[in-house]
């Protein structure tokens, strides 16, 4: 079933508040370091001011503490400027959220027009849900659209509160939203077959959740990243010094034996005499890591297989880099994995922020069906977790 989209909502002349997630790395000095969240939102705020609506945009920035000096680097300015270059129209940045100048901006506001308020976790009923804080705000505008999807998975007031407080007729999602759950829908309840994971990444501990899910639906799970040295030491395997979770042993034995013959291990691994550049590297066997070695990558032999699979595969869900794809030497693996799907005629997806960061940096974005813009929000779907944000959002009639 799916939601009441942006697309059904009668906007003309109306003022609609968009949850969006301007949440952006930022650079040193406080700039946007990339624009990728700001302009997957654009679908959904040009088909509002092109139907003759204004925009109320409503966002987080970085984790405030409430000290103002201190949170003076989460303020919106620079996300407002980036925006008025993208959108092509003038963006109005109020100094607060539900304060004086956020009420008037939005009491000038004309169709076409945009203001976008102050950092909404400036504000503590944001993270508390304080149904007086999402009056306030939800009291600026006439309807309310959730297109902020890296977000979905918290309950914050200006996720589940504010769009409680609009008829339900007046409540949607995004295109963004209606994309990444489009995918989602692929992903975990009509996949075409053969179905490939690829799960890579920092931690084991991270995806153990995800694993457990995904499992039970896909053929084939392709392991790489660090989390490859845990799962060989619960073998009993030597990995010498390579990243591993040592209290996890026993998680990642269980989920072998979960998986079974559909969990698939590297057969080679790239080992460097140091976790940095500059270090001599070696290709050794799955089970022949020297001693000394730090496994920092996959190898050109599970390089090659992983990338048949991927190939021959009707659908891929990809989350974790298979490597430190940081240092260019340890970045093979990944860029093969990306590569691979960029190759693939399946429906391929990527999500998590370092593996969106990599294929972006690899250039190969555009070339897989979906790039995901939520990090946490794409793992717990994954999981099987379902969103109260969501929930307040009527199916469509
Ligand atoms: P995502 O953000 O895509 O979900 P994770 O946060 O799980 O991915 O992990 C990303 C990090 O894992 C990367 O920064 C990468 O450097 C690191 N990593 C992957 N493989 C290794 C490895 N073999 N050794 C050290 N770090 C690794
Ligand atoms: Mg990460």
């Known amino acids: ?10 906007v003309a002349g109306k003022k609609v ?37 204004s925009l109320i945009l409503v966002s987080h920035l970085g984790r405030p503490t409430g000290d103002p000096a201190a949170d003076a680097p989460f303020r919106l300015d620079a996300v407002a400027a ?11 940045k109020a100094g607060d959220t539900v304060g004086p100048e956020a009420r008037a901006a939005c009491a000038q506001l004309q169709p076409g ?17 304080d149904p007086e804080f ?15 999807f890296g977000t979905c998975h918290r309950d914050e007031a200006s996720m589940v509160a504010v769009p409680q407080q609009f008829p339900p007729d007046r409540r949607a999602i995004g295109v963004l939203v209606e994309k990444e759950l489009m995918i989602l829908d692929t992903l975990l309840r009509y996949p075409k077959h053969a179905y490939v994971a690829v799960m890579g990444g920092a931690k084991v501990s991270d995806k153990i959740t995800v694993i457990e899910n995904l499992i039970k639906k896909v053929d084939r799970l392709l ?59 070696q290709v050794v066997g799955r089970a022949e890591i020297p001693e000394d070695g730090f496994g920092m990558d996959i190898g050109p032999a599970t390089c090659a297989e992983y990338g048949a699979i991927i190939k021959q595969a009707g659908t891929v869900v990809w989350n974790g880099p298979m490597g430190k794809f940081e240092v ?49 929000a794409f793992l717990e779907a994954l999981e099987g977790k379902s969103f109260n944000s969501l929930a307040v959002i009527p199916d469509r009639s």
């Open 328 to 376: 260019e030497a340890f970045a093979h693996g990944t860029r093969a994995i990306a590569e691979a799907m960029a190759a693939s005629s399946a429906v391929t997806a990527v999500g998590g922020g370092e593996s969106a960061e990599a294929i972006e940096k690899f250039g190969l974005a555009d070339r897989v069906t979906h790039v995901s813009t939520g990090g946490g």
């Open 223 to 281: 392991i790489g990243g660090a989390m490859t040295y845990t799962f060989l030491q619960a073998q009993g395997i030597a990995i010498g010094r390579s990243k591993v979770e040592a209290d996890k042993l026993d998680v990642a034995r269980s989920l072998l034996d979960l998986a079974g013959e559909k969990l698939v291990l590297p057969a080679d691994h790239l080992v460097a005499s140091a976790p940095e550049a500059g270090a001599a590297t």
């Open 17 to 53: 508040l968009v949850r969006v997630d301007f949440n952006v790395p930022q650079t040193p000095d406080g700039g946007v370091a990339d624009d990728r969240r700001i302009r997957a939102a654009l679908p959904t705020l040009r088909s509002i001011l092109d139907r003759g609506g």
């Open 113 to 129: 027009g945009i203001v976008i308020l102050e950092n909404v976790r400036f504000n503590k009923g944001e993270k508390t849900g």
């Open 134 to 148: 999402a009056r306030r705000l939800a009291g600026l505008a006439d309807c309310y659209v959730n297109d902020a």
């Open 82 to 92: 980036r925006l008025q270059e993208l959108i092509g129209r003038p963006v109005v």
């Open 1 to 10: 079933m799916s939601k009441q989209s942006v697309r059904d909502l009668a």
